[in-house]
């Protein structure tokens, strides 16, 4: 029997293309792009709360707030995400200018936050740099719970800082930032993958630990062992993870430098009481990652639960266990959890993108997933504010002479709502009651000419005309009540 090898990569376009025509047949109306979303305004609000409480934790650990544009020259990320990451190769949208530019939508936001480092001269400034970030980011990837094309990530990045005390206090905002939104149980894994001077010796045991098992490897693990093997670690494919299950460990090959660097990073963590799991395995997608690397999942179900890592064995870089061939691998690389945020540390970004030596510390968490899982966790968003007060008006000159009176009650700061393009009181009342506001204002002809106004007390039906001059004041001894 001939045996075909159909590219994952073809049958991605070709399921893709097919997606497209049949929602279009299907509806024959526009729809938001595959892999994008609408936040709607009852979603905002959960939105609003996630992003203020991130600026405010931001703020107050130091962070300034930096906005970069969402696109830039493709090759800041060929060179700062990696040429070999799945980023890269994958993932972009890319776009040539009718001006001949190359340029990419970022698919990530720590290339553009360095570029802007050395283009500001922020190198001149007292380091370290605190910058923080919230925005949008593009990647082309296939769309499933939890991953977009579109997404949001809430950045921090620590520049000019080598000290592991500065990883720990990102991933001590992180971990306290979820906590505080309300996301229980996060898991934060953390893992060191070595320097220059100790990583290269990995590598090669690495790859001469899965040079005679390639055969067992999916097709990306092949050109992974080629390319950038440090990333078979991190493959989801079950033949993959089996095959990973005897690989040597990075902990088991840092030098003393990096070794002390993670030794005082988890006594950092333990000082703030953040639990963590010291997952050997852990690597992450991105090229630029120098010693830490850490990421924060939640459990999406108590059966899939992850296999606790012993850290006390492992903790400090001390001896590991011998691991037995078949143990099962630990599930922080598993599809079934969702990762909500990761990052590490980079000291050779700098180098690479603006030719100097600056340490730097980062990580970034994505809203849509800390958004699912605190959905998934039973989070109730809040109803909005009730208005106080609702506006009825009553004619042509009263509906005139109602835009400059509820304008009044904004720069009073009394909420209001209305509904200017009804006619019929009844209809209009109907409405206050159901937004449960407390005083109808009401304004009919008659109170247009002579300039009083209506307060009408919802819950007792009692009215009383008030001048219009007055009657915000009054309003507001009446709300007080
Ligand atoms: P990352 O792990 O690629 O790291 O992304 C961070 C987080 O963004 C992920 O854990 C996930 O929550 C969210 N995310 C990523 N891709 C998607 C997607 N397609 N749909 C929805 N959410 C997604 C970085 O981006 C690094 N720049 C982080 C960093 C900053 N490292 C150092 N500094």
């Known amino acids: 029997m001939p045996k075909f090898f159909v590219d994952p990569h073809i049958i991605f376009v070709v399921l893709d293309r097919y997606y497209n025509f049949m929602s279009k047949q299907k509806t024959n109306e526009f729809r938001s792009p595959r892999g994008t ?18 600026k405010e934790i931001s703020g107050f650990y130091g962070f300034g707030r930096i906005d970069t544009p969402h696109f830039e020259h493709t090759e800041l990320f060929t060179l700062g995400t990696g040429s070999v990451t799945d980023i890269v190769t994958k993932q972009m949208y890319s776009f040539r200018t009718r001006g001949g530019d190359q340029l990419t939508l970022r698919p990530e936001g720590t290339p553009p936050i360095m570029r802007a480092f050395f283009e500001h001269g922020m190198f001149n400034l007292p ?50 930032f979820l906590r505080e939104v309300g996301v229980k149980n996060a898991i ?29 490897l999916c097709k990306d693990c092949k050109d992974r062992s080629r390319q950038n093997p440090l990333r078979l670690l991190d493959c989801k494919e079950e033949k993959c993870q089996i095959v990973r299950r005897g690989a040597p ?32 395995y852990l690597v992450r997608g991105l090229d630029y990652y120098t010693r830490t690397v850490f990421e924060i999942f939640v459990g999406e179900e108590e059966k899939e639960k992850p296999k606790e890592v012993s850290v006390d064995s492992q ?60 959905k998934a966790q039973g ?41 200017l393009g009804r006619d019929s009181i009844k209809s209009q009342l109907n409405i206050a009651d ?45 709300l007080k009540k």
């Open 249 to 280: 460990e990075t902990l088991d090959h840092l030098c003393d430098n990096c070794k002390n660097h993670l030794k005082l990073l988890l006594e950092f963590l333990d000082e703030v009481s953040i639990p963590y799991l010291l997952n050997p």
């Open 37 to 54: 979303h609408d936040i709607l305004p009852e979603e905002e609000r959960l939105w609003d709360k996630i992003r203020q409480e991130a």
């Open 379 to 419: 989070y109730k968003v809040s109803e909005p504010a009730k208005p106080k007060t609702f506006f009825v008006q009553l004619g042509e000159l009263a509906r005139k002479k109602s835009l400059p009176l509820i304008e009044e009650l904004r720069k009073a700061r009394v909420s209001v709502a209305e509904s």
């Open 127 to 176: 380091q370290p740099v605190k910058l923080y970030y919230i925005g949008q980011f593009f990647r082309h990837e296939s769309p499933q719970r939890g991953r977009f094309r579109e997404f949001n990530q809430w950045g921090l990045e620590l520049i000019g800082e080598d000290s592991p005390v500065a990883d720990a206090q990102v991933i001590q905002i992180f971990f306290v």
């Open 315 to 374: 903790k400090r870089g001390e001896e590991n266990p011998v691991k037995e061939e078949n143990e099962a691998p630990p599930e922080s690389l598993t599809s079934k959890r969702l990762a909500l945020g990761g990052g590490g540390r980079y000291d050779n970004l700098a180098e690479i993108l603006g030719g100097k030596t600056v340490p730097a510390v980062g990580g970034a968490l994505g809203i849509e997933r800390i958004i699912l899982a605190l």
């Open 434 to 478: 159901k937004v449960g506001a407390e005083y109808a204002l009401i304004l009919g002809q008659k109170e247009a000419l002579d300039g009083t106004i209506i307060l009408r007390e919802m819950s007792s039906g009692i009215q009383e005309a008030v001048p219009q001059e007055k009657f915000i004041d009054f309003l507001k001894k009446k």
């Open 188 to 216: 934060l894994e953390v893992n060191s993958t070595g320097c220059q001077i100790c990583r290269p010796r990995y590598r090669s045991e690495l790859v001469a630990y899965y040079r005679p098992r390639l055969k067992g």
